[in-house]
C-alpha cells in the first residue's frame, strides 16, 4: 500500500469524517526564519513530505559513527527550537550519544484550539516518517521519538500504525482528548504500541494529561517495557527544573534501547 494512501486511511479513521487540510504554512515560514536568524546550535535541514517543505533541526553526536538518533516533535502551535524542553532536549541528548531531529509539525492559526489540530494528524505522520527516513540516512540505526503534549500525541497516533523503525518512544504530557470518541481512540493508539514507552507527565499538568493517567496504564498494560512517571511540582510548561525532566528521558532512553537491544 502506497504511503499516501495509508496517510488518508489513517486521517479518515482518527477523524470520523472530519476534513484532512493543509495547516497554516505562513506561520511555518516565519517560524523558520527567526530560527535561521538565532541558531547557535546544530544544523537546518529542510525535508519535504506530501509535496511540502517542512523545517528540521538536526543535531550530530561528537562521538565519531554514532548510530542512535531521537526524533523530536514540539507541542501545539511550537517550533523546532522552543524553548525551554524542545530546545534542552534537543541539545542535551547528543551529548549522550544520540543525535536529535526536530522536525516542524504543522500548524494551525495562532489561538486554535487542540481539536482545530486533529486533521493535520496525516501531515503529521508523514513529515514523522519523512524525518526516520532522514536520520537513517544518516547512518541511525537506533531511532527513538520523543514527543511533547500534542507533538507525543501525533507520534503516538503515526506509531500505533507504523512503528517498524522505531525502538522507543517517550510521550511527554501526553494528552487523552476529552470527548468520548477521540479519548477511546487515544488510549486504542496506546495499546497497538509494543515497543517500550515512557509516558512522563507533571503533577500540575493540564487535566487532559493528569486525569487520563489511569487510563493511559491501562491501556498499556500488555507493554512490558512500558513505564509512566509523575514529576512531583511542575506543570504542563516544566519551568521549575526542565532539566530533571531532560535528564529522566535520556536516563530512561539509554536502559530502555539498550535492553531491547538485548532481547532481539
Aim: charged share 20%.
Amino acid at each position: 500500500m502506497k504511503a499516501g494512501v495509508i496517510i488518508l486511511l489513517l486521517c479518515m479513521a482518527y477523524l470520523s469524517g472530519a476534513v484532512c487540510r493543509a495547516g497554516d504554512q505562513k506561520r511555518e515560514a516565519e517560524f523558520a526564519d527567526g530560527i535561521g536568524k538565532t541558531l547557535t546550535m546544530g544544523k537546518t535541514v529542510w525535508l519535504e513530505a506530501e509535496g511540502k517543505k517542512f523545517l528540521g533541526l538536526y543535531t550530530e553526536t561528537e562521538k565519531a559513527a554514532g548510530k542512535n538518533a531521537a526524533i523530536i516533535l514540539h507541542d501545539m502551535g511550537g517550533h523546532p527550537n522552543q524553548q525551554p524542553l524542545i530546545y534542552g532536549l534537543r541539545l542535551a541528548l547528543p551529548e549522550h550519544n544520540r543525535a536529535t531531529l526536530a522536525l516542524q509539525l504543522p500548524l494551525r492559526e495562532a489561538g486554535a484550539e487542540q481539536q482545530d489540530y486533529y486533521a493535520l494528524f496525516a501531515e503529521a505522520a508523514a513529515r514523522i516518517q519523512a524525518g526516520i527516513n532522514y536520520a537513517k540516512s544518516q547512518g541511525a540505526e537506533n531511532i527513538v521519538l520523543v514527543g511533547y503534549g500534542l507533538g507525543g500525541l501525533m507520534g503516538v497516533y503515526a506509531l500505533s500504525e507504523q512503528a517498524a523503525d522505531i525502538k522507543a518512544v517517550v510521550a511527554i504530557s501526553l494528552p487523552v482528548p476529552a470527548t468520548d470518541d477521540k479519548a477511546a481512540q487515544t488510549l486504542e493508539f496506546i495499546k497497538k504500541i509494543k515497543i517500550p514507552m515512557l509516558d512522563i507527565y507533571a503533577a500540575l499538568d493540564l487535566p487532559e494529561v493528569t486525569g487520563s493517567a489511569r487510563d493511559r496504564r491501562l491501556a498499556a498494560k500488555q507493554n512490558t517495557a512500558y513505564r509512566q512517571i509523575k514529576i512531583d511540582d511542575e506543570d504542563h510548561s516544566y519551568l521549575h527544573d526542565e532539566g530533571l525532566l531532560v535528564k529522566r528521558v535520556y536516563s530512561w532512553l539509554g536502559a530502555a534501547v539498550e535492553t531491547a537491544a538485548a532481547g532481539q
